[in-house]
């Protein structure tokens, strides 16, 4: 008798733990998912952000807690600025709830990129995207708005008004820099070791796992991308993409009304198109192993004047032009 309470005391126990464990992982499933870790902005919680005027303080916090995914918070800030305050918040939060429940019963993740252009177009666009394999860009709401909504206007500049709305208020998660800190830089300028030692290099080399967000350091437009490498497939001599760039994006950007010209080399993929306008902090594709390659790792190479002129009189220091970039 003492034996079977025991055992069925055991039961019991066991019984209700897995009804917590289960209740736990449902509630983080409805929570947290399916937004990735990324964010737009560097929001952190509760905590205040320095410049923040108070009255979008107040929507801050209760965005933040009306929403059912905390990391929409700054979203929500952008949106309601772009709508020119005429929009209630509570209107936006029902509105990111929806998508929030809707994209975790599809089972289709998202990123707060994602939510922003969804808030626009619906549960519709959501499924266009995973329909048409699309990553999010400028260049897929034009796409959108072309082929579903048979317009030609300006709309899908939404985002970009959003994005540069949360810009205004809050600090970037990468502050201007290519990838999110911390990172260690394997390759330096003008050449490989930081002492000055190596051979010669063109850029800054930043180890990072294939996949890794690479991100705009500036306001800007894209000028060419290169797409047909094997993203694992770099080593030394592969001269896939434009002289070993490997999978590439080229974007110029304008600083003391000078234009500068950026290379994102030997990426797993682009996320952006030639024609994109982009901004500052956005992502534009993921890091990689492609073409004239010994590892994983972002490339970051700056030119000024003509992206054409390939030679060494218009080469630009990353470590100079990006700030905080070569702090180790």
Known sequence: MKKAVILLGLTVFMIMFFVVMVGEAFSRLVNDT??????????????????????????????????????????????????????????????????????????????????IQAYKYGTDYIEWLYGNNLVISLSANKQYMKEVLKKDNDDYSFYVRVMSNINDQCVTVTDGLPLK???????WFPSYGKDGTGDKHNGIDVGVPIGTPVYAIGDGEVVKTWNNCDPKGGKLGNMCGMQGTGNCVLYKIEQANKVYYVYAMHLEKPEVNAGDHIIKGQRIGTSGNSGNSSGAHLHTEIRSDDASIYGDENIVNPCDFIEGFCDQ
């Open 34 to 115: 399916p937004i990735s870790n990324e964010s737009v902005c560097a929001y952190e919680g509760e905590a205040e952000i320095d410049g923040l005027d108070l009255e979008t303080q107040n929507i801050k916090e209760a965005a933040h807690h009306e929403l059912s995914n905390k990391s929409l918070t700054n979203a929500v800030i952008g949106i309601y600025l772009t709508e020119k305050k005429e929009m209630p918040v509570s209107d936006i939060v029902k509105a990111m709830n929806d998508l929030h429940e809707y994209a975790v019963k599809s089972k289709k993740p998202l990123t707060a990129y994602e939510y």
């Open 181 to 187: 800190k911390p990172f260690t830089i394997t390759g």
